[in-house]
């Protein structure tokens, strides 16, 4: 048969991947696909520059449009990132009837809904493994390994920088700042950290996996997004010597009465496998009911680890692309006319267990006062422990209480509660427990 | 699209799972596939024995020949096991033009070669991802998610039995036979374990896993395999001291000479996430050159685990077999024409670490004696103890090495060397050791 002609918009970090591990492993890579693959063509913006992979036989040029338009290529694969000249080029390459592979996250997360409909007008296919988890097959996992089951939640580490930082928090008791700041130096964080942080890139992650999960559409701008910036290392300190471990998690759930999207800080026992995994290292968890617990973990990120994902989407387009377009595996693992639009739940209405912690006068009562706020909003106490303060500058102790599962909104209400207390300083500190357990 | 219909061979623990997954997940599950799936037929040995599962509408069979042969039967799906029947099922239902799902590691270990050539002969499928690692999307992971990858090796805890005996031992200080004996009354155990304790069953599926991985046939006869049943409580209570846990992998690599294919005992570091795969549990690691280590993690046995894995096949059969049957996912991963026979090692020119244990009389200059012999064979040591024996009954110490990496023969002539000590007593307990890094 003859080779199939890949052009790449961008050749980037994961574009000189994906250059890399074609040209390394072509020989093994054609015994399985049953035929060669080529890079034929590559968009990139600027034409001069060194690059860290061999260019033999590639045609480069610097309007990615020039690819999406190109007639002798079969697949476009999208490496650029954004959502702005991304958009355009993907657009033009499903209308030109190309098949697309794209590491977008941002990109299916935001305008998936859209793409994916224009893809299935067009008979091709978008294939985005990369978007999710990096060289994890966990997109192919889902959406087929696991088609026999109802899936029942998610939860996994799906940003490689915020997982870095809370591990070495954990690890050598250092501050977000600081740890931050090493990440930047050493390339796992970007010169401005917001996406990975603040848990939006997360979210966009979490958008893409709840909807394979749960059969709904890409919706972004429901999930509820917080991110690491505020988590204090007194609190993972805390959180380790209760048994638990500070894990930046996105959560999706099938709860009575909708799903739930979530991007937090998230307190896990420690004996939980995904409680240990470490670094920049990725995993999700899925719990489903026929099979029970599942995880999948791996490399989040990385040059060759995201190229992975990318050459095996397009091995995968290469299987596909002759077949029935009405019988191939649907975008969002269910097909687009029983996709169904469940609520997504407000953040009040989620149930879950807290780690709180307040700074309080060291004076008799105040636990009392405490308690009995909880207990008025029928807020039962797994643990309770008071320390002394850390904190050099005041004579405060640390009231540190984990809440069995409550709504939200009345957690809220009772932290509300005991903030207005005069022997409780300042805000409370609010971090939301998962036990992981069926 | 009309429903598929699915027939049954055997519906026992896994057959009547199948049946309740796909009755209960019905709409889930077209919602996917895009059609529905009907059982219609199943063949039991006792057509009037009670059952744990709904068998409404499925016409019930005692000859498997029957389904097999049945014209209304698309896909088969072979639940019987063993390498018998099933084995005469299975071609009969390929002669006749059905695509075949099957859990049935012996099966496929064992026949797999000639069945898939058959079954390409006949323009079917054979599915077969229940074979391993029960519900994790292992062999889909690997032949699928991993394939822009050269790979390096795979360790996986693919019996759940051993390891739930091995992590009893390690968690409540009991002994093999004792907690066999609680796993065979808890059903996690057969009535003759010998298939589970002795590693013949880790030996098929790293049959399986191997061949996917490395491009190689399925051969069985030449893994070499070791069980648990002479582990000792002691041994895993020294390794423990040493920060290892001792589990029963199954080991593919791709050395320089050829492939090491073994199934053992081994110490793993206690920091490794699949050293933490405890109870009855399954976990494969995977290392490969462009994405890294990946782990998967789930249920290795059960009646819906199992049974999610031969639903999601039964899925992606309906998928694929309107395809071109030349470019469908090739049954071992790599295409039949380019499956290469490489050479399996020898067990004496593998390359590993080792655990020695020796029973010595407490005397001066043991331990010079031990350590010169291990110099001479160029065997470096990596840590050194000497226990007061837990034994009652003797006066001996014990003497524990970890060595360096050193050739099996290499290190199984220093242990004869030392064996012939005077004050060493008995034979030396030697468990391989892997630190599971790149």
Known sequence: MNPIRVGILGLGTVGCGTVNVLARNKEEISRRAGRKIEICEAAVRDLTAKRD???DNIKLDSDPMQVANSPGVHIVVELIGGTTLA?????QAIKNHKHVVTANKALIALHGNELFKLAQDNGVIIAFEAAVGGGIPIIKSLREGLSANRIQWLAGIINGTANFILTEMKDKGRDFADVLAEAQ??????????????????A??????????????????KVATEGISTIEKLDVEYAAELGYNIKHLGIARRAADGIELRVHPTLIPDTRLIANV????????????AVGPTLYYGAGAGSEATASAVVADVVDVVRTMTADPDNRVPHLAFQPDSIVDLPILDMDDIETSYYLRASVVDKPGVLAHITSILAEHNISIEAFTQKDSRQMDQDDVQVVILTHKTREQNLNKSVDKIEELTEVNGKLVKIRMEHLKR
């Open 278 to 289: 470490n670094g920049v290292m990725n995993a999700v968890l899925v719990m489903a009911d």
């Open 204 to 221: 966009h992650k979490l958008t893409i996996l709840a909807s394979i999960a749960f059969g709904i559409p890409l919706q972004f701008s």
């Open 185 to 202: 130096e050493l390339g796992y964080a970007e010169a401005d950290p917001t996406f990975d942080v603040e848990g939006i890139d997360a």
């Open 87 to 91: 958009y355009e080029a993907v657009k």
């Open 53 to 55: 992979c061999p260019l």
